[in-house]
C-alpha cells in the first residue's frame, strides 16, 4: 500500500496523536488513506464539530484506505524501530507494518465504513502570516475559559478567543475567562463577520504546523465553521455561538486615577516566585511603604521592585500570581503600566509602558481582577 521511513511516519502519528487528544473527541476512528497517484498518505478523522486532515508524502503503491484507532495506530508506529524503511501490506481484513527480513508488526483495522474527507464551500478566506497562528495559541488562549468551569455554563463563547474587523483599527483579538481579561488590535485583514474560534481549535492547529507555515483561513457557506489549511493540514472546526461579553468596558488607560509603572521582567520573576512557594494558594500584594515599593506573599516572600506611582492618588493591589505572570509573559516592553481606580477591588489593567520596535505589543491591554483577602 504505501512504503516510507520509520522516523518520518513517527513524526507525523505523533504530531496527529497530539492534535486528536486537544480535540478532546472521544472513541473516533482515524482513517488512513493512499492515492497512487498524487503519492500522498492521509490521516484523518470526522467528529462531531470538528474535523481533521494531515498529508504527507510516501511511496505509495496502491490506492486504498481503512479505519483504525487512534491509540492502535499510536502504539503500533511508536515501537518500530529507527532509520529503517516501513511498509504498509494488508493481510486478511488487518494490515502488517513490515521492515527488514521479514519483521512485522500487525494493525487490527476497523470495520466502520470509510467515509470520504468532508470539503466545504467557502464564503470568505484569508491568509494568515507564518507565525500569527502560534501567536494565539500561545498567548490568548490562557485567557479563556476551561470547560467545567462555572462561567461556561452561563457563557460557553468565553471558551475561545473572538476577532472582529473594526474600521480604521484592524482586526480585534480578544480572549477572557471573567478573571482576566486580554486585548490586541492588528493590522491585518480579518473577515466581515465576527468569529469567536475555541481553545480546543488553535490547540489542534497548533500541534500540527509550525510557525513558518502560511496558512489560509476560510469561513464555510454557513459561516458557522472555520477552515485552517496549509499544504499539508486542513481542519474544519465548529465557531462557537453567542455574544462575545462587552469586555470595553473593564479596559483602563493611561489616564487612570492610579498609574503605576514597573519594570516588566522584575515582577514578572516575583510571580513566578510566589507561584512556586504558594501554588495554590499564590496572591502577590503590590504597594507603597515609606517611599519604597513592594510585592510580597504574604508572611513568606517580600521583595522591593523598580517602581513609581505616576498619580497624586496612590494605593497597592492584590492580584493572582498566576494571572500576574500570564499578563507580563504576553507583553515585550521593559516597563508595563499597571493602571487602576481608587474603587475597592478594582480591575487592573497592564499594557506596555514604553513603544516596541514592532509595534505589535503596543496595543494590547490584559485586565486583572484583584483577589479578596481572605
Not at 145 to 164: A, D, H, Q, W, Y
Not at 199 to 204: G, M, N, S
Not at 238 to 251: A, H, K, R, T, V
Not at 316 to 332: D, F, H, I, K, P
Request: glycine letters at 6%.
Amino acid at each position: 500500500m504505501f512504503r516510507i521511513k520509520s522516523e518520518e511516519l513517527k513524526l507525523v502519528v505523533g504530531k496527529f496523536a497530539g492534535a486528536y487528544r486537544n480535540s478532546l473527541v472521544k472513541d473516533t476512528c482515524v482513517t488512513v488513506a493512499t492515492s497512487k497517484t498524487s503519492q500522498i498518505v492521509s490521516i484523518s478523522f470526522v467528529a462531531n464539530g470538528i474535523a481533521v486532515q494531515e498529508r504527507f508524502t510516501a511511496d505509495v503503491t496502491a490506492d486504498g484506505s481503512f479505519n483504525t484507532s487512534m491509540s492502535e495506530l499510536s502504539l503500533k508506529v511508536s515501537i518500530l524501530p529507527e532509520e529503517v524503511y516501513i511498509s504498509f501490506e494488508p493481510k486478511g481484513t488487518n494490515y502488517t507494518i513490515r521492515w527488514g527480513r521479514g519483521n512485522g508488526i500487525l494493525l487490527r483495522v476497523q470495520a466502520d465504513e470509510v467515509l470520504p474527507f468532508p470539503i466545504p464551500k467557502k464564503s470568505e478566506s484569508i491568509s494568515f502570516a507564518p507565525g500569527k497562528w502560534e501567536h494565539f495559541t500561545r498567548f490568548f488562549t490562557p485567557f479563556c475559559s476551561k470547560r467545567g468551569e462555572e462561567i461556561v455554563n452561563r457563557l460557553p463563547i468565553t471558551l475561545g478567543v473572538n476577532f472582529k474587523k473594526i474600521p480604521k483599527v484592524g482586526m480585534v483579538a480578544s480572549a477572557t475567562n471573567s478573571s482576566k481579561i486580554i486585548q490586541n488590535s492588528f493590522d491585518v485583514d480579518w473577515f466581515s463577520t465576527e468569529v469567536t474560534i475555541a481553545r480546543d481549535t488553535f490547540q489542534v492547529v497548533s500541534c500540527l504546523t509550525s510557525s513558518k507555515d502560511i496558512m489560509e483561513l476560510s469561513l464555510d457557506d454557513s459561516k458557522g465553521s472555520i477552515i485552517v489549511e496549509t499544504s499539508t493540514t486542513t481542519v474544519i472546526a465548529s465557531l462557537l455561538d453567542g455574544d462575545f461579553p462587552n469586555i470595553e468596558q473593564f479596559l483602563g488607560n493611561e489616564q487612570a486615577e492610579i498609574v503605576w509603572r514597573t519594570d516588566r521582567l522584575e515582577l514578572l520573576e516575583v510571580a513566578r516566585r510566589v507561584k512556586r512557594l504558594a501554588p495554590d494558594k499564590c496572591a502577590i500584594d503590590i504597594f507603597k511603604k515609606d517611599n519604597k515599593y513592594f510585592a510580597t506573599l504574604k508572611g513568606v516572600l517580600t521583595e522591593q521592585i523598580g517602581s513609581v506611582i505616576e498619580t497624586e492618588v496612590e494605593a497597592g493591589m492584590r492580584l493572582s500570581a498566576n494571572c500576574l505572570e500570564a499578563a507580563l509573559t504576553v507583553l515585550r516592553s521593559e516597563e508595563v503600566l499597571l493602571t487602576l481606580s481608587k474603587e475597592k477591588l478594582a480591575h487592573v489593567t497592564i499594557f506596555s509602558g514604553d513603544p516596541q520596535e514592532d509595534g505589535e505589543t503596543d496595543n494590547l491591554k490584559v485586565v486583572l481582577g484583584q483577589v479578596k483577602e481572605v
